[in-house]
């Protein structure tokens, strides 16, 4: 169970796992997530599963190595076991069934954005994709975003490939210039929160509906807790158990971004032993 | 010899000591001490203190061996009907169960029952070797969810009477509110894995970080060939009170904090890797045992000041009174007949302060309690970094709604039939916090308890009838 079949490096920093899971796979819908844990001492943290193979029984997680335990995570390769793994969780997104769609996807936000793209064009939905990251050489998943939408724009922040700045200022200028919003059903944005938050405000201006991922601090990932708390239309949500999906345009931004910083002093000290090797020598 | 009024004292740590580690709190009673407290058990020939154990401990049987040093029968006397003795031993409230009807208790104090079946069940840990019966496969499977002190004990029986039982338990660890809600040093984890153990040694599996109503629903466990299902998945669902500011940083619910400190062992980080941000003047709203462990946990993750914020009075505090006691002298403060209004933030969006208002008692409620009433501008601003939310808990829907013909109460219990366990579904039993809300560990095992017992003569008699 839980092993590591395939492993690809997608960018320095961002990797792809393909998880024997057959358990999750068979259930697994688009918008869903797991937890798992790396190790004895570890802590839980949510993945959105990227995609899923229900006859080869595996997940894909794709994930950026920012943290401790994604870093430990990294570490891993084939053959090597994920010691908990746990889903799906969370509601499966809700996908319209015809018309036209923006998704937008901001650095590692692309994996998880990738599964509601796929399942949108296999319901024959017109897709405008807009994926971006920093620099060109951070941008993943790029062959097969192409694949599933019927257009692809990328954006950097440097300007070293396609349009030069956010993909929330991207979206504006195709709403300003080449697209009646009138048609645009709706915008899912799934990324960092600032981005999350500017493509919800660039979309509001134009009044399309924007469905964004949200992907809190959580512990439990079944509604135990209530880490994973956010405000939407002033009501508290448990994002494990009434998202992660969630209305963009209805959510708290400044209180999602504070909640999501709640434990930066403590994460620079276990990056700090990371870095050093610590005592997880071992891995 | 005149009988003694008093019972013996149970040892424990130094309050001053205890304030900053984690290590458990009651020493537990050496041989000398319950032999002593043993000896003034009357052996009543109606003993009240049996009916009082909801899972009927054969309680004068069991102190009788104790007097005459037969350690090892006197354990095997309790779990032949407790299958957690050890657990029972520390966290059961035996001051309102066996304890509340001992005859001793009308003219001084009763017999420690507790605390001498926490002693025989050390003792078999320290000495014996727990044994474990010749079981007889029966070719019946059944599947219980939650693993749990209602799973762990529903499990344990069905397994002795020859059931292939399989446990699936959302968590990666298993032991329920046994491992990620009560603190180490009130029931160390090493005790709960030893009864775990056993449980297994049954022959019990236990599937971790499996969700029944996610991972796989209810109506597969059927096809999956399990005969019968027992829904022991507690109450998991934590409350807030709905007051502005609960969700700034630095404001949790008990089931976070707990559960970041007992399962996850953020008191050892960064040995071990979950954080969690404890402050210096930490406010734990409520007064259930929840609440007591949360607070005492506060101090020893280094608090100055910890507090209890309840809104009614100390007569209605619903902890244990040995919890209240022991925080008490650990130097919790208690700021009854006080209820929070608002939370209030710094510019950074962290727990600066949490305003308050005075509550008097006034004419009883449905539950029997005096109903809190807000004295009208009496509010104050309590100066605190981290709020503590420890109301209590409800069933968490997931199963419900996953499952054609499982109904439940409004307010989330699942329906049953109070005897027997019974669902609204055919085959599938219920027990525990999942059925009552928010209660005790030992109301749990006398749940899964019956439901064994049901699930046995259900499945044995081969009627179809619901």
Redesign the interface.
Same mark, same amino acid.
């Given at each position: 169970m839980n092993q590591i079949l395939r492993k690809r490096v997608l960018t320095p920093v961002t990797k792809e796992i393909v998880v024997a899971a057959p358990h999750i796979a068979r259930k697994a819908q688009p918008g869903q997530f797991v937890i798992l844990r790396v190790s004895q001492e570890g802590e839980r943290i949510p993945l959105t599963i990227a995609d899923f193979d229900r006859d080869e029984g595996t997940i894909t997680l794709v994930y950026q190595e920012v943290g401790y335990t994604t870093r430990l995570l990294g570490k891993l390769e084939p053959h090597d076991h994920i010691l908990d793994l746990a889903g799906p969780l969370g509601l499966p997104a809700e996908l319209p069934d015809k018309g036209r769609v923006i998704a937008v996807g901001g650095g590692v936000g692309v994996a998880p954005l990738l599964p509601k793209c796929k399942e949108l064009h296999r319901r024959g939905i017109n897709l405008i994709s807009i994926i971006g990251a920093r620099s060109s050489d951070l941008i993943i998943l790029e062959d097969e975003m192409r694949a599933c939408s019927d257009e692809l724009h990328i954006c950097t922040d440097d300007g070293s490939r396609g349009f030069k700045g956010f993909v929330s200022d991207k979206l504006k200028q195709m709403l300003e210039t080449e697209l009646n919003p009138d048609e645009i059903d709706e915008v899912i944005a799934i990324g960092p929160i600032p981005m999350m938050k500017a493509t919800c405000a660039a979309a509001k201006e134009f009044g399309v509906k924007t469905w964004v991922s949200m992907n809190p601090i959580m512990v439990d990932g079944t509604g135990m807790c209530g880490a994973c708390r956010v405000t939407v239309g002033g009501e508290t949500k448990f994002a494990c158990v009434d998202g992660p999906m969630f209305d963009g345009h209805l959510v708290d931004w400044d209180e999602a971004w504070r909640r999501a910083n709640s434990y930066r002093e403590q994460e620079q000290i276990a990056n700090e032993r990371c870095r050093c090797g610590g005592d997880r020598q071992w891995l | 010899m005149a009988l003694k009024k008093s019972r013996v004292e149970m040892p424990v740590q130094d309050s001053e000591a205890r304030k900053s580690n984690f290590d458990e709190v009651a020493l537990g009673y050496t041989e000398e001490m319950a032999l002593e407290e043993a000896a003034r058990c009357l052996n009543c020939k109606k003993p009240f203190c049996v009916e009082g154990c909801p899972v009927n401990v054969r309680i004068p049987e069991f102190i009788k061996l104790i007097t005459e040093k037969k350690y090892q029968e006197a354990i095997n006397v309790v779990k032949s009907t407790n299958s957690l003795p050890a657990v029972c031993g520390r966290v059961c409230p035996q001051e309102i169960q066996c304890e509340s009807k001992c005859i001793l208790g009308r003219r001084g104090e009763p017999v420690a029952i507790g605390r001498l079946e926490r002693f025989v069940a050390d003792w078999e840990m320290e000495h014996g070797n727990p044994e474990v019966p010749e079981i007889k496969p029966n070719g019946k499977k059944v599947a219980i969810v939650g693993a749990g002190p209602a799973g762990l004990t529903c499990a344990g029986d069905l397994a002795r009477l020859g059931y292939e039982v399989t446990i699936f338990e959302?968590?990666?660890e298993p032991g329920g509110v046994l491992i990620?809600g009560i603190p180490e040093f009130r029931l160390p984890k090493d005790i709960v894995r030893r009864e775990v153990d056993y449980v297994k040694r049954l022959g019990v599996k236990i599937e971790?970080?499996?969700?029944i109503g996610?991972?796989?629903t209810i109506e597969e466990l059927f096809d999956k060939g399990f005969d019968a299902v027992f829904i022991g998945s507690g109450a998991?669902?934590?409350m807030?009170m709905?007051i502005p500011g609960?969700?700034l940083?630095g404001v949790?619910?008990a089931? &976070?904090y707990l $559960?970041?400190i007992n399962l996850?062992?953020a008191y050892k980080?960064? &040995?071990?890797? $979950?954080?969690i941000?404890s402050g210096k003047k930490v406010a734990v709203v409520g007064a259930g045992n929840v609440a007591m462990d949360a607070v005492r946990c506060a101090l020893r993750l280094g608090a100055e000041k910890a507090m209890i914020v309840y809104r009614r009075g100390r007569e209605e505090m619903p902890a244990r009174a040995e919890e209240i006691h022991h925080a008490e002298e650990e130097g919790v403060e208690f700021h009854l007949l006080t209820k929070p209004v608002r939370i209030l933030g710094d510019e950074?969006?962290w727990v600066a302060g949490m305003e308050c208002i005075r509550m008097e008692l006034g004419e009883p409620d449905q539950s029997g309690r005096r109903r809190p009433v807000p004295i009208e501008g009496s509010e104050f601003v309590m100066d605190v970094d981290t709020v503590i939310m420890a109301l209590g808990t409800s069933p968490?829907p997931?199963l419900v709604q996953t499952t054609e013909g499982l109904d439940a109460h409004k307010w989330g219990g699942l329906i049953t039939k109070s005897e027997t366990g019974r669902t609204t579904k055919p085959r599938v039993w219920a027990g525990g916090d999942a059925v009552t809300g928010a209660a005790t560990v030992i109301l749990a095992m006398g749940a899964g308890k019956a439901a064994a017992k049901d699930i046995h003569e259900y499945l044995e008699s081969g009627s179809a009838d619901w």
């Open positions: - | 959302s968590l990666h990620y971790t970080s499996f969700i996610r991972t796989m998991g669902l934590p807030f709905r609960e969700n940083n949790y619910s089931n &976070e $559960t970041r996850m062992k980080f960064p &040995e071990y890797d $979950t954080p941000v950074k969006g968490n997931i």
